[in-house]
């Protein structure tokens, strides 16, 4: 007989189906491309359903979605876990209330990552979608995107992330050439803040076409 799995296979089959759909999106929207980006969503105080490496993420399957633990190792499973599983499994253990994670590689989010590499973040205010941020009430306000320089070494990062969230609370950030880290209570949360990110990238990079 299989030993019992020490997560409930329910709560892996509703976050499966939930990484499964909004990803399809995700990737028709063409912030996926060829194969980039990794998907998660916490099933409990220990484990995360993540994104299989290397995976077409605009075709996922269920047999694409593994979990993993807290510290990122794989749980019941021979698949190999995203190579950025460490970038999602460190919010899941240090918020507990954090519930979803989204990373994509779009060209807003690429090209601003570049383009505010040097300055090491992008400053975003008076726009009225800064209030789709989880406790953001009102357009007067700022919101800073931190952009870290990337690495293969993801403890690197990992400690990088780690020390910009002591400063000062945050939904995201980018990474130099690479694409953007989102996250949320849940689901619907996080794809908010995935999007709010995106189109307000979106603005300032064609502001700074129109203001040249
Ligand atoms: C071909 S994209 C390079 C790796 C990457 O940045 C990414 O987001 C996807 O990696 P994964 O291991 O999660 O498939
Ligand atoms: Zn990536």
Redesign the pocket.
């Known amino acids: 007989m299989n030993a019992p799995l020490p997560y409930d296979r329910d709560a892996l089959r509703i976050a499966a189906a939930e990484i499964i759909g909004n990803v399809r999106e995700l990737a028709a929207a063409g912030w996926t491309p060829?194969?980039?980006?990794?998907f998660s969503r916490r099933i409990d105080d220990q484990h995360a359903a993540i994104?299989v490496?290397?995976?077409d993420k605009g075709r996922l399957t269920e047999d694409d979605i593994m979990v993993v633990d807290l510290d990122g190792n794989p749980v019941a499973t021979d698949h190999r876990p995203?190579?950025?599983t460490l970038l999602h499994t460190q919010l899941y253990k240090r918020f507990d209330d954090v519930g979803c994670i989204l990373?994509t590689?779009s060209r807003n989010q690429t090209i601003a990552s570049r383009l505010y590499a040097g300055a090491g973040s992008l400053r975003l205010e008076g726009y009225e979608l800064l209030k789709a941020f989880h406790g953001n009430h009102t357009h007067e306000t700022e919101i800073v995107v931190p952009v870290l320089p990337n690495s293969q070494d993801m403890h690197t990062l990992a400690a990088q992330v780690d020390c910009l969230l002591d400063r000062q609370p945050m939904w995201g950030y980018l990474i130099d050439g690479?694409?953007l880290y989102a996250w949320g209570r849940d689901m619907a949360e996080a794809r908010r803040h995935l999007e709010a990110f995106e189109f307000l990238l979106d603005c300032e990079l064609e502001l700074r076409k129109l203001q040249r």
């Open positions: 060829a194969t980039s980006s990794n994104t490496s290397g995976r995203s190579a950025e990373h590689h690479h694409g």
